[in-house]
């Protein structure tokens, strides 16, 4: 700091791969998207009914108007319509910091006020978060237990990597990371001898120091390429079948369809290679390397994030099974090493407190991506995961920590959709999109901004957040702003119990130090922590090896699947009875892919990956993000061969489209990718001319103007962001 401004932001000492991302906090903090005090939309003011949100004008209004004008509303809404009108699922990153927690804070607040609807899973793994506990695990424990590099350094012989290991990604965990180790982890891999194939229809989702092999498949058909695997393991008598029988139930179903007995379809590598676009003799020398010594197979999370996205997931583990090296060391499955830093640590797991929410009376909750359908379609019923769920009919959306106009997938229906409630409430630090689309803004502090303590479950530090910039122009912390609200509704000391937010912290840390205790190891004193700024978890002995004992012994230590095994084929799910999630791993049309009927208009798959260069939409305006870009739009990667066919040059600015909505983008050529995929990552703030109308085009490169908007499948309802075929031209503005 220097004159009460941020000069420069350090790396921690022990990071043996510090990001860059968090020189974006530089000029980010005190920029001038800032939102300086409490706003309220003007035709809001005159009741316009939401027509014009996203669209309108704001008037500034001090804190106390603000509070009664919000506050008043919730009031009324609940008054009238009761507690299940609200939406509070809120969705999104936030920040970093186990108090000052957005929605924890938010979630408390409506809690008090009676509950609100709520949301159920995560955009980032909703299709795993369903599927994986039916057949073999909970995805908390597949996250947190899986092997680690060390692991995997020293016993595996070959990785299969679906969807690659896209480093760039592993900048980032949730709740915070101190140490980057995944890129380190892969060195030694590498330098142990491991071997890497990168399945993937971009050679860059792996670095190219891993000397990987690359199967260039065709994004969404890797169930397909997974089944001609299964198809030679199964037929040249490479399976173990003393494990499939012992540790696994419903193989023989699964080998019926696989070998076309139930279904006349044998999914053989020229079946497969005529939906994947790999070489039917590629599937088979790659099966049978797989079958020849310890192998790990993975999958990136962006798998399950599209259309039966349940189906690749469940077809890992299946084809792990078929090879009987799950529970040994350096063998198996597992997913998401190229998802987060997190993934591969060899870290002591710790829950550390988190701010107490009460419980949410109303007990309503939806599949976290079917936001939109739940607005535009009140009433009408949704299955999810062998449940319906009633959908209910929202008048006020309270948004804290997250930005539905980045994440959700249709912005053009999420247009239509958000203007149908009375009103939404967002607190934000920044004039993000959701921020412009809603009615009343309470300016929040960033984490810069307050105090709080950095700690996550999967990293072995916790750090004291020191406040190092006084709160910018009005802004206040979260809690400041509940507090208000709660004191004008009444409920202010049920909301604080009487605390200060520095009291908080003692509070939380106090019940973190009770938990330490029971797993056999003592925290510091909160003073001590704040002197020292920093305390380190106690190392782990040895990480035991993740499904080892159910190997060892399957009736002592059974899985919690209904069987206790693996289940190849699900009698729970046939008896769903969803088409779309049958009782076995299956190879289903997704609505749209390459290779598919009618993709003639729209020749190109699209990619969405992360970017880069933020954490989703955070911190777009700011310095760093946007030396990523070319004249202020998010860069798209596209094949020279696509281009040229459409006198598409090197940084053109084109226009990317189908029947959902259009962007601009500018143009990166790429040698080593599909010629008939393109890649724009995430994050660009969504920037609509005329909004709401057919004409609308999105400015900045945000591709949700382009994607689906549909359930992964009726048991998981996750996000289907990765099935989307666009087409591409030379923008030549009019
Ligand atoms: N097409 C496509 N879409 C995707 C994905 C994809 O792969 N493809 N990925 C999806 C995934 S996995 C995810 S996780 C989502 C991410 O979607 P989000 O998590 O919604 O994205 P963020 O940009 O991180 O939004 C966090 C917001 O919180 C605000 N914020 C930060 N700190 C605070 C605070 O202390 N208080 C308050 N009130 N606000 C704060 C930030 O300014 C920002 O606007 O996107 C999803 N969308
Ligand atoms: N820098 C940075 N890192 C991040 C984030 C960020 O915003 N910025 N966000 C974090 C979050 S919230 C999450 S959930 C994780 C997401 O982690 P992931 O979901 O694993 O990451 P993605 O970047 O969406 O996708 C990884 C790669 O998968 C490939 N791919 C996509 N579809 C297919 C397919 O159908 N088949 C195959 N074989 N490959 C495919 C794409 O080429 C893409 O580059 O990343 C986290 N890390
Ligand atoms: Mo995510």
Redesign the pocket.
Known sequence: MEDGNIQQVLNHPADPDPSPLGQGLVDGIQHTTRIQQPHVRKGWLQQDGGAKRGNDTFVALPWDEALELGAGELRRVIDEYGNTSIFGGS?????A?RF?H?QSQLHRFLNLMGGCVRAMN???TAAAQVILPHVVAPWHQIELEQPSWRELAQHSELIVAFGGLALRNTQVAYGGITEHQSKPGMQAAAGRGVKFVNISPIQGDVPAWLNSQWVDCRPGTDVALMLGLAYVIATEGLTDAAFLSTHCVGYPVFHDYLTGVSDGTPKTPAWAADICGVAAQDIETLARRMAGRRTFITAA??LQ?AQHGEQPYWLVVVLAAMLGQIGLPGGGFGFGYGAEGFVGSHWRRFNWATLPKGRNPTGVAIPVARIADMLLNPGETVDYDGKTINYPDIRLIYW?????F????DLNRLVKAWRRPDTVIV????W?P?AQWSDIVFP????LERRDICASSHDPYAHLMERVIAPQHQAW??HRIFSGLARVLGCETAFTEGRNEEEWLEHMWMRSAAAAEVEGFALPSFQQFVDNKVYQLPALERRPVWLGRFRENPQEYPLGTPSGKIEIFSRTLEAMGYADCPGHPTWLEPAERLGGTGNARFPLHLL???PEKR????LDPGAHSHSGKVGGKEVMCMHPQAAAQRDIEDGDIVRVFNDRGACLAAVSLVENMRPDVVSLP??AWFKPSNPGTEQSLELNGN??VL?LDVGTSRLAQG?S??TCLVEVEVYTAS
């Open positions: 969705y999104g990153w936030a920040s910091g000052h957005a995560s955009y980032s999370w962006s994030r804290a920590g997250g930005n539905p980045h994440h959700h997938q607190n934000e630090p920044w993000t959701t929040a502090t960033t984490a912390s979260d969405t990956p992360q954490l989703h939409s955070q995430t994050g591709p949700n994607t996000p962001a990765n």
